[in-house]
């Protein structure tokens, strides 16, 4: 062993949280959210009223997006036909009884209590598209569609608001005050942190919410991939393919590329197989769920918790009071995406048995791994366990050709990661990054990455 790897390389978060146990907190203030333009929201709940001039459907009609009397049919979330109809100016003219609906009187009609009638009206084409999906791509002129959300912050924060409720600090940099919510999900963020100068006019739909080949807001039911969480419009994947293969609406195990996929698999196969390093030390990735994991599983990640919790003195999130470190390890997951832990997984190194180091480790696509949480034991500190660690971690990902690891180390820790090959990330990097990624970062830490170079065996 080098001398430079006889150094302590026992991390990170610890030391700077027995001094300052706030800097984990992942926004500054406790404060409360307000919806602004409720009348914008209550026009888009109303039911579409058949006698307008102008409906929704009409409009799709007169964007040449569907033809008049095109065949229709309102499908449940498992996917099934509950009613049939045609698409007139006017409203659906259903098949059963030839009365004509507004697109919400058609959904009650066909028993459904979605609230979404657009999403779950689908046009009978073989196309998978739902009214929603017609939306789209009808230009700017769809007023009667758009819908802006804002988010003004003050007085205090109602913690007993459930994950559906508007978040109420940013997205990518943690802070509150004024914010924009998207249409689709939870997530809330500042013009400045997406890249906007003003409020959009339109529909606005949070990076995490638009589509990966057209970049347009995706609602309702879409293509998600599996792996790296990004969703697509059907219909751009069945312009894309060009084939009449493409996805189905709904299937759960579907993957945006080749690449995904083999993420995916790779990581699922090595999940659960402890891999020897020596005599007396093994590493094991551990996928962090507390559902399906079996008992020996779950007390390696329970004793992964504890080391987590010697380590930092608290990991609480300062908003919510949850345990921070406990639901990145058991997977916990949300609607809100900077608090869902999907994907995670648990690397623990051992030495005869016992857990010296532990650290969190979650691969969103090719291009980025991030690793949020290393601790090592105190009694197993000043061997080289996490730097032993991070190495055969590095190495899983260089062959799953993951192309880099980042992670946001606290000041006093920075020295440590640097000698392990990472960098301090410029400012531009780090909300490029951001804004693409969902990642776990903490007040007060910098954005560290290191660049993997890709293996290439000969096959
Ligand atoms: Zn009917
Ligand atoms: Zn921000
Ligand atoms: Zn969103
Ligand atoms: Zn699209
Ligand atoms: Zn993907």
């Not at 404060?31 to 039911?47: A, E, F, I, R, Y």
């Not at 995406?337 to 180091?357: C, H, M, Q, S």
């Amino acid at each position: 062993m080098t001398g430079s790897k006889r150094r302590s390389t026992a991390l990170l978060l610890c030391q700077d949280q027995h001094q300052n146990p706030s800097s984990i907190r992942t926004g500054k203030n406790v404060k409360l959210l307000k919806k602004l333009n409720k009348k914008s929201d209550g026009d888009h709940k109303k039911p579409n009223n058949p006698r307008k001039p102008r409906t929704a459907l009409s409009l799709l009609i007169d964007s040449n997006v569907v033809l008049p009397m095109a065949k229709v049919y309102y499908q449940n979330k498992a996917g099934v036909s509950l009613k049939k109809g045609r698409i007139t100016r006017d409203g659906i003219l259903c098949d059963c009884c030839l009365n004509s609906f507004g697109l919400t009187a058609f959904e009650t009609h066909a028993g459904s209590t979605n609230h979404r009638p657009a999403a779950f009206i689908m046009l009978d084409d073989g196309s998978g598209r739902s009214l929603s999906d017609c939306h789209k791509q009808v230009d700017g002129s769809s007023t009667n569609f758009k819908k802006v959300s804002k988010v003004q912050i003050n007085g205090q924060y109602n913690s007993s608001c459930g994950s559906e409720s508007p978040d109420h600090v940013c997205s990518v940099c943690g802070d509150g005050e004024e914010l924009i919510v998207c249409q689709q999900c939870p997530a809330a963020f500042h013009l400045k942190c997406v890249g906007l100068k003003q409020v959009p006019k339109g529909l606005w739909f949070c990076p995490s919410c638009c589509c990966g080949i057209c970049g347009n807001g995706v609602e309702g039911c879409c293509a998600t991939c599996r792996q790296c969480d990004r969703k697509f419009h059907s219909i751009c994947l069945k312009m894309k393919t060009k084939s009449s293969e493409y996805w189905k609406n709904c299937q759960v195990n579907w993957f945006c590329s080749q690449s995904c996929e083999n993420i995916f698999s790779g990581l699922e196969n090595l999940s659960g197989n402890p891999i020897p390093i020596s005599v007396d030390l093994s590493w094991t990735l551990l996928r962090s769920n507390n559902g399906d994991s079996d008992h020996d599983d779950k007390k390696k990640l329970s004793a992964a918790l504890d080391v987590m919790h010697e380590c930092f003195e608290t990991s609480k999130d300062f908003y919510t009071g949850r345990d921070v470190a406990k639901d990145v390890i058991f997977g916990r997951e949300s609607k809100l995406k900077r608090v869902d832990f999907k994907g995670f997984y648990t690397v623990i190194l051992e030495e005869k048995g016992d857990v010296a180091t532990v650290a969190t480790v979650r691969v969103h696509d090719g291009k980025v791994a991030e690793l949020p949480l290393a601790a090592t034991r105190f009694s197993h500190r000043r061997r080289g366990m996490c730097r032993m660690l991070v190495d055969e971690l590095e190495k899983q990902l260089r062959e799953l050709r993951v192309e880099r690891l980042v992670l946001p180390a606290v000041p006093s820790a920075l020295e440590t990661w640097t000698k392990l090959g990472f960098s301090k990330m410029t400012d531009e990097d780090k909300s490029s990054l951001l804004l693409n990624y969902t990642l776990l970062h903490f007040q007060g830490t910098i954005m560290c990455q290191k660049l993997l170079k890709t293996t290439h065996s000969p096959c």
